[in-house]
């Protein structure tokens, strides 16, 4: 699995479930896999978006090490909750993991309070992934991300004498109120703490339009002196944005915003080498593109699946939950896409899918990772959101890990899932999930070990579904279209009760 | 910005709410955009409140109010109740209220959506101008874990 997978749930506003508690709950199939403590050894950076009771929008970032026997011997974050900041909080814990790559992390502040985390691995140590969410019930919030481990060789160097492509999302602060923010694009950075430049688009809710491509200016990056070479943390700053940083390796770092203008998180990736140019070079095949953002209605998630070739689109299928009014349309749908060759080298593109009958159509900005994978914003009329592009491609495999986030319309309020079911397993349930939402009447339910029956395939080109029913009482039933990528599975749902996008990934 | 606010009188909005209603069905919405905010179709609905819901139990999720207005009962969206909450705005059967916003394609059918909110001398913006929901920037005394 790519390490961009993991950017997708971050982009998303998210979540899940329905009703859920009481009755009994029947236990999960033994666990299937070949996961240790061992597997989860090193230094991981992760980083999580989520929300609190009072609706305070929240997103985490950090580091922690695990000593492959049990123990987190360290930790840090870095906390937005609402724009105000906590930054540089130290921790210390413990961390479960069973032979499926489902556990849970407990880390203790020294100075009083903690976390708890629920994660599954996708892969593990050395090279080591997975997903997490928060289910502390002592929190009284819920988040959903990702973590990845770090290469610690290049903490005193964190970026090459090259581009990164990134994907920041969050909100932006307005006098009024907070409203919906994207910022894609990519910046040049140098070995001597520079950022040369870069171009990015700004979707903005307090602005009255989508940006259009902006030039990045020149700005730094600066390792922190004390926490640096520990957990790969530094600041930067360019185009009047402030932000913290991990390190992952020197192909990859996590951001957290931290001026308060905009609060908003997110990756930024190494830009091959070679990047399109002009439409033409662009190589022709089936993507796929999930985004997930806010419209007129509140949340909101579009996928599509289709096939480039000389700036047209075809075959396209596509997936829309508009605050729970589902569209899936397979037919009438057509589209074209250019690489910006007034911005040449940046990577930039845009898309358009036209609806036979439709006025709006769904318009899109891009910027290419590779020649198979992108960032995504949306830039459709009324729309802010973001997401992933990437090249199609099936998923195969007997363990699956994944990750749903996104919000109960229902009840108002976020939910998160960390799942991993396994083919191998024959009976009612194949797999366990330990899923958390909170409530409208002000209360937190966390759900741990909950047994969950997941059907599903995952086919080379265009969409299919995904089934995961829970095994508790009431249980509940999540439905799901499925655009199979080389970075990962992506889910959106098809259900009117909730907007929750999700990731699956392949376990070894 | 270009805010181009169209105060037109309830039989307009009435009678635009038709409209669109008649485009919404014939229309296929095969992605959100369809469903977009234009301040240049803004109405103007006044009316008193028959009742107040913080939180729908069917699409779209957000708060409502159904105003009592000439020419009927109007069904509004109002977006998040938490904003309305923490600027204190409370809307209760009887208050008189002016509320400015548009009809909007919405699934199979159309919706009324409130961009300001008026009670007497308290106005409340719950949509920014190109229609997105505005939600509460609560910031605590200190950070928290």
Redesign the interface.
């Known amino acids: 699995m790519s390490r961009r997978l993991l950017l997708v749930i971050s982009a998303a506003l998210a979540c899940f479930g329905a009703a859920c508690g009481g009755g009994s709950t029947p236990p999960p199939p033994p666990p299937t896999g070949g996961f240790t403590l061992a597997s989860l050894k090193g230094n991981y950076a992760f980083s999580m978006t989520g929300q609190?009771l009072?609706?305070?929008?929240k997103q985490r970032i950090g580091s922690f090490i695990a000593d492959g026997k049990g123990n987190i011997t360290q930790a840090i974050e870095d906390?937005d909750?609402?724009?105000?900041?906590?930054?540089g909080?130290v921790f210390s814990g413990t961390y479960t993991i069973q032979s499926n790559g489902k556990g849970q992390i407990v880390l203790n502040?020294a100075v009083g309070?903690?976390?708890i985390f629920s994660f599954v691995m996708s892969a593990a140590a050395p090279a080591g992934q997975g997903f997490l969410i928060e289910t502390d019930p002592n929190?009284f919030e819920t988040a959903s991300g990702s973590f990845t481990q770090q290469d610690i060789t290049s903490f005193a160097q964190p970026f090459q004498s090259a581009s990164y492509v990134f994907d920041f999302s969050g909100?932006s602060?307005?006098t009024?109120?907070?409203?919906?923010l994207s910022i894609v694009g990519e910046f040049t950075t140098n070995t001597g703490g520079n950022i040369t430049g870069g171009l990015m688009d700004i979707n903005d809710?307090?602005?009255?339009?989508p940006s259009g491509p902006v030039a990045i200016g020149l700005g730094q990056y600066q390792l922190d002196a004390t926490n640096s070479a520990t957990f790969g943390r530094g600041t930067a700053t360019f185009a009047g944005l402030s932000f913290v940083f991990y390190t992952v390796d020197n192909t990859h770092a996590k951001f957290l915003e931290v001026d308060g203008a905009g609060l908003t998180l997110g990756d930024a990736l190494l830009q091959s080498a070679v990047i399109p140019q002009n439409t033409a070079q662009w190589n022709g095949g089936n993507f796929a593109y999930l985004v997930a953002g806010?419209?007129?209605?509140?949340p909101?998630a579009?996928a599509s699946a289709f096939q480039t070739g000389n700036g047209n689109l075809s075959n396209i299928v596509?997936t829309?939950d508009?605050?729970?009014?589902i569209?899936q349309?397979s037919s009438?749908?057509t589209g074209t896409y250019a690489i910006d060759s007034a911005n040449a080298g940046t990577g930039r593109g845009t898309l358009t899918?036209n609806?036979?009958?439709?006025?709006?159509?769904?318009?899109a900005v891009f910027y290419l990772i590779s020649q198979t994978q992108g960032v995504m914003q949306d830039t459709?009329?009324?729309?802010?959101a973001d997401g992933s592009l990437a090249a199609q491609a099936a998923l195969n495999g007997t363990n699956f890990a994944f990750n749903l986030s996104g919000q109960n319309?229902?009840a108002?309020f976020e939910e998160d899932y960390v799942a991993q079911y396994s083919t191998s397993n024959t009976g009612q349930f194949n797999g366990v999930a330990d899923f958390t939402q909170l409530g409208?009447s002000g209360s937190q339910f966390i759900f741990p070990n909950i047994p969950v029956n997941v059907t599903a395939s995952f086919p080379a080109s265009g969409k299919s579904a995904f089934q995961a029913v829970t095994g508790n009482t009431p249980s509940t039933t999540l439905k799901f279209d499925a655009y199979p990528t080389t970075q990962g599975v992506l889910l959106i749902s098809t259900q009117?009760t909730r907007v929750t996008v999700g990731i699956v990934s392949a376990q070894p | 910005m270009k805010l181009g606010v169209c105060s037109v009188t309830l039989m307009c909005a009435a009678l635009l709410a038709n409209c669109l209603c008649v485009r919404s069905a014939e229309a296929q919405q095969a992605n959100s955009a369809a469903a977009a905010y234009d301040v240049r179709r803004e109405a103007i609905l006044q009316g008193t409140v028959v009742r107040f819901t913080s939180h729908s139990d069917a699409a779209p999720f957000g708060a409502h109010v159904v105003l009592q207005t000439a020419a009927g009962e109007v069904d509004v969206e109002l977006g998040s109740a938490h904003l309305l909450a923490s600027k204190n705005f409370s809307l209760n059967p009887g208050d008189a209220v002016k509320i400015t916003g548009e009809t909007v394609a919405l699934g199979n059918g159309t919706q009324f959506v409130a961009r300001v909110v008026q009670k007497g001398d308290q106005t409340i913006a719950v949509r920014s101008v190109r229609g997105f929901p505005i939600r509460p920037l609560t910031k605590p005394a200190g950070g928290a874990l």
């Open positions: 609190d009072n609706l305070n929008f906390v909750t609402g724009g105000t900041f906590n930054n909080a502040s309070g903690g976390l929190a909100l602060s307005g009024a109120g907070a409203l919906p809710g307090n602005q009255p339009a806010a419209g007129l209605s509140g909101l579009n596509s829309d508009n605050a729970g009014t569209t349309t009438g749908l899918i609806v036979n009958g439709q006025a709006n159509p769904f318009t459709s009329n009324g729309v802010i319309l229902s108002g409208s009117n």
